[in-house]
């Protein structure tokens, strides 16, 4: 069966979907988007999302309120009409379209689309048996604190961390780890503290790290936010990596060096189940 998706306005059949040519997102990656989890049918952290959605939009000077479009109930018919259990809903808003022009239009209607994918996000291997990193020189560009569209480095590293038989790639700036291709990097110090880089421009704002990081504090378990090499990282107790649809995966080698014993460690799963449980708690429907 054909998915509903949606599209400036309407929700119609993905195959009756279009997109303009001439659309800023698709000539200039002129755009903004946002991955919401869905678990048990319901929403996760989808009010953080929204924030940050707003945060790019005012970076960008795209100019669309999220809650005067009704994104929530949007996101909400999108899972009933394809009786979503499990997966993402991926939401994308452009500048719209326009003739192409370096210079941007003051005037144009931004484009808005949403779909739904139904994937496992509770049970993954990854999850029971850790992910194999390898790394790479950062070279995106250097406002990554905006969720756009401008993936196609991130793409290639991941494809390129499959080739080597990895699962994902770190990358790596000025002798340390910024993040993944589309996930934040943690290790799990000798003594048990939680080290993940600062929030700046030079990684996205994450918001499964937030959540993670509250988590941790509340526990009294140490919090550093502060930039790691891949040394240390190699040289960790444990390893994850945090993002809206991974959770909370652990990380079992990195460049081919085992982190621990080699398998995924108890604090990490720990982090993973109660972030479960919490999202479970606080799903919207």
């Known amino acids: 069966m054909s ?25 200039f990656a002129d755009a903004v988007y946002e991955v919401t989890a869905v678990i048990d049918g319901g929403l996760v952290d989808f009010d953080a999302h929204q924030r940050r959605l707003r945060r790019s939009l005012a970076e960008l000077g795209i100019d669309f309120d999220p ?52 994937q496992s996000l509770l049970d993954t291997p990854a999850a029971e048996s850790g992910l194999s990193i390898i790394t790479q020189p950062d070279k995106r560009w250097h406002r990554r604190d905006i969720k756009t569209t401008q993936l196609l480095y991130p793409s290639m590293m991941k494809t390129l961390a499959d080739e080597r038989g990895a699962h994902d790639v770190w990358m790596v700036e000025g002798g340390h780890v910024t993040e993944g291709s589309s996930s934040n990097a943690h290790i799990i110090t000798a003594d048990g503290s939680l080290v993940t880089r600062p929030i700046s421009q030079d990684i ?3 918001i499964t790290r937030a959540a993670v990081l509250d988590y941790t504090r509340e526990t009294g378990a140490g919090v550093v936010e502060r930039a790691f090499t891949v040394a240390e990282a190699q040289g960790a107790r444990e390893a994850f990596i945090t993002s809206a649809t991974a959770f909370v995966t652990p990380v079992t080698a990195i460049d081919g060096v085992p982190i621990g014993d080699g398998h995924p460690g108890p604090a990490t799963r720990r982090i993973r189940a109660h972030y479960i449980d919490h999202s479970r708690s606080r799903l919207q429907y």
Do not use: C, K, M, W
Request: proline residues 4%.
């Open 204 to 206: 996205l704002h994450g």
């Open 3 to 27: 998915r509903i998706v949606y599209v400036n306005g309407g929700f119609l059949p993905e195959a009756s979907a279009s997109l303009s040519i001439f659309d800023r997102g698709v000539l």
């Open 67 to 118: 809650e005067e479009a009704g994104l929530l109930d949007i996101h909400r018919e999108l899972i009933h009409r394809n009786d979503l259990r499990e997966g993402l809903v991926y939401l994308q808003i452009s500048r719209g379209v326009a003739d192409r022009s370096f210079l941007q239009p003051t005037n144009a209607q931004p484009s808005v689309i949403l779909f739904t994918q139904a």
